[in-house]
C-alpha cells in the first residue's frame, strides 16, 4: 500500500525560493506601504531579495517538500 506524500506548504511555496546551491531566498518586509516616511534609498533596497539566515533555513525547507 503506498504511503501519503506530504504536501508542500503553498503558502510558503509563494514566499520562499530555492536557489541553485540550496539556499532560500526571501523578499524584505515594511515596504508594501507607508514608504513616504522612508528614504528612497532605504526604499530602494528593500525591493531587493536576500538569503534567508540559516537558523530557519531547516524549518522552511521541510515546508517547500516539493522542491
Do not use: C, E
Not at 506601504?33 to 534609498?41: G, V
Request: net charge positive; proline share 1%; no cysteine.
Amino acid at each position: 500500500m503506498a504511503k501519503n506524500k506530504m504536501k508542500s506548504h503553498r503558502g510558503a511555496m509563494k514566499r520562499f525560493k530555492l536557489t541553485g546551491t540550496g539556499k532560500v531566498k526571501r523578499n524584505r518586509a515594511y515596504k508594501s506601504h507607508k514608504t513616504a516616511k522612508k528614504t528612497p534609498k532605504r526604499v530602494m533596497h528593500l525591493r531587493q531579495a536576500t538569503v534567508l539566515t540559516h537558523a530557519d533555513t531547516k524549518r522552511i525547507k521541510s515546508v517547500l517538500v516539493g522542491k
